[in-house]
């Protein structure tokens, strides 16, 4: 058992050692300092981006990179790895294969298919065909442009729009009017998940996307 609530020089952290939503070959995560697990998975404290122990803790990072890439290169597949930092020493965790969204899941087999780490036919069995819908989502369309106001992490494919709605029952209410809202919440809890059917999506404005985007009709986001 390790310990990553022993200080500012422990954490906890979830990272892929590629984007699993675009398929970037870039390392991809999060970090929590002074954590446990379960402080990340319950969302109520923002982690920072894996690139900051870069400047926090040098050493940790070169360290958890040069292990992310051995582990792609042995399983020849993006790496979902868990680790611990307890005072400033790198644990690791657990690694499996990395759940993705469709565009990734595309992307990355091309991506090993042309570094010469699988074959043709294991690039095809990669790709889900039951989860191509998701390339059929809403979108943002990138060639336009516009004026951002925030970013956000997403936890699930598409886009949404609306009217701002601050609380649920407001939310379903204005939903059985036909109009489009958007639910925002500083973090969600139960009580919340009839106003998250009725709206198009949810913001909030703590935790993060612990894990890979799930197909929902609504979806989640925080500030970064």
Known sequence: MVFGNMGDDSGT????????????????????RNAQ??????????PERIEDLQTSQPEVYTQFVAIANRLETHYKDMQDLEFTVERGKLYMLQTRSGKRSAEAAVKLALAFLHEGAIDKREAVRRVDAASLDQLFHARIDP?????????????SPGAASGAVVF???????????????????????????????A???????KGGARRMPRLSRAGWASPV
């Open 13 to 32: 952290g979830v990272a892929f050692t590629r984007n699993p939503n675009t398929g970037e070959t870039k390392l991809f995560g999060e970090y929590l």
């Open 37 to 46: 697990g379960e402080d990340v998975i319950a969302g109520t404290r923002t």
């Open 167 to 197: 609380d649920p029952d407001t939310a379903v209410e204005r939903a059985k009017n036909g109009e489009a809202v958007i639910l925002v919440r500083a973090e969600t809890t139960p009580d919340d998940v009839h106003g998250m059917i």
């Open 143 to 155: 060639a336009q442009q516009y004026e951002r106001v925030a970013g956000g992490l997403n936890a």
């Open 199 to 205: 709206a198009k999506g949810t913001l909030t404005s």
